[in-house]
């Protein structure tokens, strides 16, 4: 069984800062990209930011300089520190992460329970 559980997140006001984290556990062989997502109601789930093993990462565009995303492969944990926050950033974050478990050949997705992210204008 694999588990993402996510932290951080909260109410906070335009212009400021949040962190979120995502710790991956459970009988991982590997973790090849691990990302955050957001679905604003009524909207889709889209693309935030996106980092793999390796260190490369991609971001939205509505996020980029904005948004930093890091990961710690010993903790099979990903980052997402959040600055200037505008209200339309107000969404569920997801964490998601792309794996390998112990004894199985093939990658699977797995997703975290969601984190309410809420700026006030």
């Known amino acids: 069984q694999v588990q993402l559980v996510e932290s951080g997140g909260g109410l906070v006001q335009a212009g400021g800062s949040l962190s979120l984290s995502c710790a991956a556990s459970?009988?991982?062989?590997?973790?090849?990209?691990m990302g955050w997502y957001r679905q604003a109601p009524g909207k889709e789930r889209e693309l935030v930011a996106r980092?793999?093993?390796?260190?490369?990462?991609n971001y939205a565009d509505s996020v980029k300089g904005r948004f930093t995303i890091s990961r710690d492969n010993a903790k099979n944990t990903v980052y997402l520190l959040m600055n200037s926050l505008k209200p339309e950033d107000t969404a569920v974050y997801y964490c998601?992460?792309?794996?390998?478990?112990?004894?199985?050949?093939?990658?699977?997705?797995?997703w975290g329970q969601g984190t309410q992210v809420t700026v006030s204008a």
């Open positions: 998601n992460a792309n794996l390998k478990r112990v004894g199985v050949t093939f990658d699977a997705n797995y």
């Open positions: 459970g009988r991982i062989s590997s973790i090849n990209t």
């Open positions: 980092i793999i093993s390796g260190g490369s990462a």
